[in-house]
Structures are given as structure tokens and as C-alpha cells.
């Protein structure tokens, strides 16, 4: 029966010849069992490549080309699992799509799955055949080179419990006097010598020996930044840009600065400079300077020298010749030892041993100590080598790493390196290529840790579970790299105390680096020297003009970061090269235009634009893997693509906060959405608009979800149906109804009562923290609503102009912040705000705002009136801020308000009567 089967679509074929043919049919009928079984090999090669790493360290590596050829072959295997997974994902979307079409196909195989794409499952079939050719060649010298296939492909399991709350920077140890010195040196006001210019301090030492360390110590320093009206830290590294050193002093002075924005010249950014910090006394750090071109310093110097007397300069550098240029005449350069051995011991124990592990730190404090004298002096490595042994509590296996083989490598930092792979080869095959991974990104980058765990998810290395979110398992190997030291500078979420931000110290940069330096490239297109870019995996592109013509040697490119100076467009051959993309980036304020090359890219996962674009292109829907599309840096895009319905898969889609895009049918589909940075519903006669209950699927949405357009709903149901209370993983939410412009009375009447039977019909996630109401235009909100938001930390209303009472928020145990600006309508706050209930009602030790710390009132220009009696309850105990700003009516504040204890800071501003009756009494 199959060989009839067989004969007949060989009839069909006509022009082939009988046994060719009857090979390609093989090929189509087999497909799907080859693509289980490369799959399979897959894993293997995984397993070899994996094991084979550690030995390539350590060994001399005969086997060098064969694992390189290894690699490139798995990449290869990869991408043509992926085409089939994807040809597959798209046969389901168009099939949803449109079943009449699909019912109408007549396949001659009695498997249905074999009708599935003919032309793909011919083209796939043949890449297996080729790749299994490739491979048995390749694997056939196993023996020779030591490797065991037999092994199947294992998984380190992390079992140590340490979260980044562990991770903290270890105390200084063994700089008492360093520190010492250099507070007095920089808090100096016993001199009576002029200086004429700030007194330039440089650190000087090896890589990892402390400097930057010390130079934030006296940064965050109580008394320093008393001391200093400026302070303002720059990562300077190597090369030395001008323009990009000045604007970062800017930024430390002045985030919002407009020079930020526009401004190009270098001497038009340093006169900025000069009137920023004229006649104030500041305290400038420039960290890892490696110039000692004094052509590089000397505009600054003339600049600088306009501080107020007292002004410091802080230098870190590994050259004593740095420091000797930048002190000028009367350099002031403190040279950082090694540590001791026993300093060593007390930082690496502090690391490796909890409050509660010390008994067990005495029994291992011999072999420590061991341990500690191969740090060779050096802080970082203490601290690194201390988190590796965290968690290993027996004899035997800190013998084991006092008797590695790594530590008879030479290699980078010599003395550093023994412990960076101690710690590198702990790590997961996973947790190894998601560190890998953070060398496109360049030195002193500042890491967000969500930017990080979507880019590895695009790369493929977290793998799908059933039952754990892909993210939670990245959180975990993010977390890891930290306990291990691989971080540091952490910037944390106040509430919940997780990493948010992080920056990676330039030896462990430099050691990521040295691992992958022939496959991660940076490229700019007027460079003239030409590049072995062949393995290249991970690549940096600025085109000036022309892209080099030995990039279409690049084969398996996963990763592009691309910037474009000049051409509107991006040049569309390197689509038509770079087809194996997973993640891509496109920068450049010059693009208008994406080409149609871009719809090759079928493989791609993450997608960011920073361009001009004023909508997206069609093309960008035919990517059903994409998890990722970040348009949040189009500042001019108006419009979303008709078919994004068909990316089922996309996890994140972030946008500028614009109520103008235009977002199409349909976007409910997409069900595996985590963050929605906002929506938009149409408008009132907007037929292809999107409608709010568009929302009422996706219950995953995490972290923040702004709405727009809520003044737009014509049916009170959309607002019952959209189902907000399911989404219970959201955090943040911001209802803004919309400006409501100039109209008749009629339709302001009916937006009002709209408004509020619109806001009374949502019912709003129980775990919100965090909400905003902006342009809601009813005259009262419900306190029902409002009382069942019990762990809502900060409520912001913004632009309520119709709003008459203040809704009772008085018994939200769980708010922190509450800011209300532009309420016009507002002319008395008493005791219905406090949320206080009649004496019947009454509990006893009523405690009214119990948890409030931040209280602000904004342009309330008709509020007249704050009433507040003395009373049994207890009255906001929590208070430290309140600011009153542009409330030019009001008279007076309420009388319990000096009876609270905690409250440090009273503003008012722009507030005239009140102002003038709370001036101090002279």
C-alpha cells in the first residue's frame, strides 16, 4: 500500500527520475521522525560541549577544532528544528485563521501530518540527511579526542537556598587607615592654602584590589555628602570619549538637563558644566581612568576650576601615570596594597559562612586559610572565591578546590582568574550562557534585570517547564550569578528588596570577554581592518555608510545590536545574511522606514526599535515565535499592525505611554502576554479600534498596566466584562479616562455620569499596590471600590477637575503614598476623607491612615477648607512628609496635624494665606 502510495506522487512529480524521487519521498515521509531524532542528538551534543569545556581549560586542547565544528553544527541543527517548530506554529495560525481553506487540501499519504508543508518537509529532510553526514564524520574520532557519548545530558541543580539578600557588598576589611586618610584628605577644611584648582585624590592599584570600592565607601559617606553641595559618579573605562564623559557629569547634576537631549559639541557641554557647578562646592568621582593623554583631561580641568573652594576629585585607575597627569602639579595619589592573608580569610569566611555556620567555620578555617593565600592579596577574589565555597560545608570538597587544576592557569588577572573559573564551572550549562551572554552588553553597563531575563529567554537558554514560568526560572539563574559574585552595585526595589539593577566589575567583564572572543564582536563599518567573524554569534554594528562585505561570512548570527548614522532605511541585505537572528535591535533617529528583507527573520524572539518609524510593518506578524517587541523608543509611532492577533507567542510589548497609538482587534489573543505597558481603547467611532474587553483573557499581565481612553466606553458592560479583579498578578494600574475637551453641556453631563458608573463597574485586581486615576471626571467615587483595595501602598489621583469629595481612604491599612493633584471641584477635606464612621459604628483605638508616610496636595484651586479636630482616634501616627503646593485658597491646616509625632518635613508652596500664617513667629 505505501509503495502504491509512493509510485503514485512519483507520477504526480513527473520530470524526476523514478529513483531520485523515490529518495526525496523518503525524505518527506521520515521528516518528522528525523526531526525527533536530531532533536535527540541534539541534547547529546549539548552534553559533549558541556563537558568538554571544563577539560578545554585545562588541557592542551587537540580536540579544539573538533569541538568549534561541534558548536557550529549544533547551532546549525538548532535553527532547522526551529524552521520546522515554526512552519508548524504557522500551519495552526492560518488554520484557526481560516479552516475552510484548510478542510479544501487533499493529501495522497494517509498520515495527515505528512500533507504539512511538502516544499519545507523536502527542504528540512534534506538538511537532516546532510547534518547526520556532517555529524557521523565529525563524532567518528571520538576516541581520539576522549569524549563519551554515552552520557546523557545532565543539569546542575543548584539545592542551596541563598537568595540575592545575601549578596550585599561584604564590609571593607583591612583599609582602616586607607579610609581614614582619604575621609580627611577630601573633608580637608583646616587648610588655609588657596587652591585654584579642586584637589584631584587618585586610588591607585591593580584590577580587583579594592579601588572603586573604597572610592563608593567615601562616596555614600555621611559626612561627605553634608559636606559636598555636588556630588557626581562617572564610569569613564576606556576609550576616553569626551562628549560622553561630559554629558554623564551633566546627568549626575542634572538628570532632566535639556543639554542631555540635543547638544553634540563638546564645548557647548562643557560651558554647561562650568554653570552647573560654579561657586558650589562638588565632589567629582571618575572612575577607571585609563587615559594619560592630558589633551583628554585638560578641558575639564578648565572647567572644574570654577567649583567653590573645598571641591574634590576622586580618580580610580591601574596606572600611576594616569594619576600623576590628573593631579597636575601637586599630586595627591594613595597607592592600595594586597591585603593580608588573614584579611583575605575574613573577607572570604564572611562570604562563604552565615552568622550561624561559625562553628563550621572554625573546623574549615585551616584549609581556608589555604585558600585565602591563593587570593594572592586581592579583595575580588576573596570575595568570589568566598562565594563559591558558600553552601559547601565538608572536608573533602574544599580539598578538592585547593587541589584544582585551575588554579595552574595564567591567563587575564592572573591572580583572579583561579577563582572567576572555580565559579564560573559551578554554574549550570544555562547559568553559563546566560553570563556569556552579558558581554554584548559594554563595561559599566548598568544591568536591568528584567532587560537581562528577556534577552536570555530570546537566546533559548531557559528552558520550558511545565509547571515553572520560564521567567521564575531566569529569576533563579539571575539570582545565582549574583550570590556568586559575577554582580555588584545593586540597586534594590525598596519594598520587596530584589535586585532591580547591577553593574558587572570590569575583571569579570574582561573574564567574560577572554571566553567568547570569537564569537561576540563589535564592529564599525568604516573600520578598515577585516574581522574572522565566521563564528561570530553575538555582534555590535554601526553602519556609517556601507556594511563590510566580510559580514556575509557571518552564518549562525543570533544576536545583532545595529546602528544606523545616516540612511533612512537599514540595509537590506544583512536580513537577507542574518536569517538565523534571534534577537535584534535597531537603533537610529535617521530610520523611517523598515525594509521587507525583515520578514526573514522567522526566528526571531526579541525585537527592540529605536527609530522614527511611524508605524509597524505587516511583516513583523509573521514572527509567531516573538516573545519580545519593544517600541518603547519610537517616539512619532502612531499605529500597531492589523495582524497582531497571529503572535500567539509574545510574552512582552512595551510602548511609550501614548494614548494615541492606535492599537488593532484582536490583541486578546494574545493570552501568553506578561507585560502590557499600556492600552488603548478607541474611540467613540472608531469601528477597527480596540475595545477594552479585549483585556479579559489576559489574566497573566504582570507589573504595571496603563489604560487609556476609558472616557471612549459607550457601554457600561465593557467595563463588567473586562474581568480585572482575574488579573491577579498585576501590581500596578493607571485608569485614565482621557482629556475631555471642550463640549456642550449635554455631552459633559453624560461623560460625567459615564465616568462614574464606568469606574463603579471595574472591579479592580485584589493585589494592586500601586494605582493612578488621571482625567476621571465624576463628581465622587465609590467607597466600596475604594475600601476593598487592601493592599494598596500608593494611590495617586491626577486631573479629577469634577471631583467634589474626596473618597474615604482613611481605613486603607496598607497606604504609604497618597498624592492628589488638580481636583478643582474640592472645597472642604473633613472627616468623610479620613474615612472616620459614625460613634455607633466606632471601634475602639481606631487608627486612621495607620501606615500613611507621604501625604501631597497639588493645585487644588478651590479648596478652602481642612477640617480636623482633636479626637479618640489616632490620626495618621505614620506621617513624616506632607506638601501642600499651589492650594492658593487655603486657610489654615487641621488641628491634630502638629500632634503627630513622626511628621519631619512640612511644604508649602505656592500658597500664599497659608504660607503666611504658618511663617515661624520671629
Avoid at 559533549?48 to 569541538?67: C, Y
Avoid at 545593586?490 to 539593577?501: A, H, L, M, N, Y
Wanted: aromatic share 6%; proline share 4%.
Amino acid at each position: 500500500m505505501a509503495d502504491a502510495l509512493l509510485a503514485d506522487l512519483v507520477k504526480q512529480l513527473g520530470s524526476i527520475a523514478y529513483q531520485q524521487a523515490l529518495q526525496e519521498i523518503q525524505l518527506l515521509v521520515g521528516v518528522d521522525e528525523e526531526v525527533e531524532k536530531l532533536q535527540e542528538k541534539l541534547g547529546i551534543i549539548q552534553a559533549v560541549l558541556d563537558d568538554a569545556e571544563e577539560r578545554h581549560a585545562v588541557k592542551n586542547r587537540t580536540e579544539k577544532v573538533l569541538l568549534e565544528q561541534l558548536k557550529d553544527k549544533y547551532y546549525e541543527m538548532d535553527d532547522v528544528l526551529d524552521t520546522w517548530n515554526t512552519a508548524r506554529i504557522k500551519s495552526k495560525i492560518e488554520k484557526d485563521g481560516d479552516t475552510a481553506a484548510v478542510k479544501k487540501m487533499v493529501c495522497p499519504f494517509p498520515s495527515p501530518s505528512c500533507c504539512f508543508n511538502l516544499p519545507l518537509r523536502h527542504d528540512v529532510g534534506r538538511k537532516i540527511k546532510t547534518l547526520n553526514e556532517t555529524l557521523d564524520n565529525i563524532l567518528n574520532n571520538r576516541e581520539k579526542y576522549g569524549i563519551d557519548l554515552t552520557r546523557q545530558l545532565t543539569i546542575k541543580n543548584n539545592v542551596k537556598k541563598t537568595t540575592s539578600d545575601d549578596v550585599d557588598e561584604s564590609d571593607i576589611t583591612g583599609r582602616d587607615e586607607d579610609i581614614k586618610n582619604l575621609l580627611s584628605n577630601l573633608l580637608d577644611m583646616g587648610s588655609t592654602q588657596v587652591e585654584t584648582f579642586p584637589r584631584v585624590i587618585s586610588l591607585v592599584g591593580m584590577g580587583g584590589i579594592g579601588k572603586s570600592t573604597l572610592a563608593q565607601l567615601a562616596y555614600n559617606d555621611p559626612e561627605v555628602k553634608e559636606h559636598f553641595q555636588k556630588r557626581m559618579w562617572v564610569c569613564v573605562s576606556n576609550p576616553f570619549d569626551q562628549i560622553t564623559v561630559a554629558k554623564a557629569i551633566i546627568q549626575e547634576i542634572d538628570p532632566k538637563h535639556t543639554s542631555l537631549n540635543y547638544i553634540t559639541e563638546f564645548q557647548t557641554l562643557s560651558n554647561e558644566i562650568r554653570a552647573l557647578i560654579e561657586g558650589k562646592r562638588f565632589f567629582l568621582v571618575l572612575d577607571d581612568v585609563w587615559t594619560d593623554d592630558p589633551s583628554d583631561w585638560e578641558p575639564f580641568r578648565n572647567k572644574l576650576k570654577y567649583g567653590a573652594q573645598g571641591s574634590r576629585i576622586l580618580v580610580t585607575t591601574r596606572n600611576n601615570n594616569v594619576a600623576k597627569m590628573m593631579g597636575g602639579d601637586r599630586p595627591h595619589i594613595v597607592n592600595l596594597g594586597i591585603l593580608s592573608d588573614e584579611d583575605c580569610w575574613l573577607m572570604l569566611s564572611k562570604k562563604a559562612f552565615s552568622n550561624e555556620d561559625q562553628e563550621q567555620c572554625k573546623d574549615l578555617e585551616n584549609l581556608g586559610k589555604q585558600l585565602a593565600h591563593k587570593c594572592n592579596g586581592l579583595p575580588l577574589a576573596a570575595k568570589i572565591l568566598g562565594s563559591h565555597m558558600r553552601g559547601k560545608r565538608e572536608e573533602e570538597e574544599w580539598v578538592k578546590v585547593l587541589q584544582s587544576d585551575l588554579w595552574k592557569l595564567e591567563k587575564i588577572e592572573e591572580t583572579l582568574l583561579g577563582p572567576l573559573l572555580l565559579s564560573y564551572y559551578e554554574l549550570s550549562l544555562e547559568e553559563k550562557k546566560c553570563l556569556l551572554y552579558c558581554v554584548v552588553f559594554p563595561k559599566d553597563h548598568l544591568f536591568d534585570r528584567f532587560e537581562l531575563i528577556i534577552h536570555w529567554m530570546a537566546q533559548g537558554y531557559i528552558p520550558s517547564e511545565v509547571d515553572t514560568e520560564m521567567e521564575d526560572k531566569a529569576e533563579h539563574y539571575f539570582e545565582n550569578l549574583a550570590m556568586h559574585s559575577f554582580f555588584q552595585d545593586f540597586d534594590r526595589d525598596e519594598k520587596d528588596r530584589r535586585i532591580v539593577r547591577c553593574k558587572m566589575h570590569d575583571i569579570v567583564h574582561e573574564f567574560v570577554k577572554s571566553m567568547t572572543k570569537d564569537v561576540c564582536f563589535t564592529i564599525n563599518s568604516d573600520e578598515k581592518d577585516e574581522k574572522d567573524v565566521k563564528r561570530a554569534s553575538q555582534l555590535s554594528l554601526v553602519v556609517k555608510k556601507t556594511v563590510p562585505n566580510y559580514l556575509a561570512n557571518v552564518k549562525s548570527l543570533r544576536l545583532l545590536n545595529l546602528t544606523v548614522c545616516s540612511s533612512q532605511t537599514v540595509p537590506p541585505k544583512l536580513f537577507e545574511n542574518f536569517t538565523c537572528l534571534r534577537s535584534l535591535h535597531l537603533k537610529g533617529e535617521s530610520i523611517m522606514k523598515l525594509p521587507k528583507e525583515l520578514e526573514n527573520l522567522i526566528h526571531l524572539r526579541y525585537l527592540k526599535l529605536s527609530c522614527c518609524i511611524t508605524e509597524l510593518p505587516e511583516a513583523i506578524c509573521h514572527f509567531c515565535n516573538l516573545q519580545s517587541l519593544d517600541v518603547s523608543e519610537c517616539s512619532k509611532l502612531k499605529k500597531l499592525p492589523q495582524g497582531m492577533d497571529k503572535l500567539l507567542s509574545l510574552r512582552y510589548l512595551l510602548l511609550l505611554s501614548n494614548e494615541s497609538i492606535a492599537f488593532p482587534k484582536g490583541i486578546g489573543k494574545l493570552t501568553c502576554l506578561r507585560t502590557l505597558s499600556d492600552f488603548n481603547i478607541g474611540g467613540k467611532d472608531d469601528k477597527e479600534g480596540c475595545k477594552l474587553e479585549e483585556l479579559k483573557n489576559l489574566n497573566q499581565l504582570r507589573e504595571t498596566l496603563r489604560i487609556h481612553g476609558l472616557g471612549n466606553l459607550v457601554e457600561v458592560g465593557e467595563a463588567e466584562n473586562v474581568q480585572l479583579k482575574m488579573k491577579t498578578y498585576l501590581r500596578g494600574l493607571e485608569l485614565d479616562f482621557g482629556y475631555l475637551s471642550k463640549c456642550g453641556e449635554e455631552e459633559e453631563r453624560q461623560r460625567m455620569e459615564n465616568d462614574v458608573l464606568v469606574l463603579n463597574a471595574l472591579e479592580l485586581p485584589p493585589s494592586l499596590k500601586n494605582l493612578t486615576v488621571r482625567f476621571y471626571m465624576g463628581s465622587t467615587m465609590s467607597p466600596n471600590q475604594m475600601m476593598s483595595l487592601t493592599t494598596l501602598k500608593k494611590l495617586v489621583l491626577v486631573n479629577c477637575y469634577k471631583l467634589k469629595c474626596l473618597p474615604p481612604l482613611g481605613k486603607l491599612k496598607s497606604l504609604e503614598s497618597l498624592e492628589i493633584v488638580a481636583a478643582n471641584n474640592v472645597q472642604k477635606v473633613g472627616d468623610e476623607f479620613l474615612g472616620i464612621e459614625e460613634s455607633k459604628n466606632k471601634k475602639e483605638n481606631d487608627i486612621i491612615f495607620s501606615n500613611l508616610k507621604s501625604l501631597q496636595f497639588e493645585d487644588l484651586d478651590n479648596w478652602e477648607e481642612w477640617m480636623g479636630e482633636i479626637r479618640e482616634e489616632t490620626i495618621m501616627p505614620s506621617l513624616n512628609f506632607l506638601s501642600i503646593t499651589g492650594c492658593c485658597k487655603l486657610k489654615s491646616l487641621p488641628i491634630f496635624l502638629p500632634k503627630i509625632p513622626s511628621l519631619q518635613e512640612l511644604q508649602i508652596e505656592r500658597s500664599p494665606i497659608l504660607e503666611q500664617r504658618c511663617k515661624p513667629r520671629k
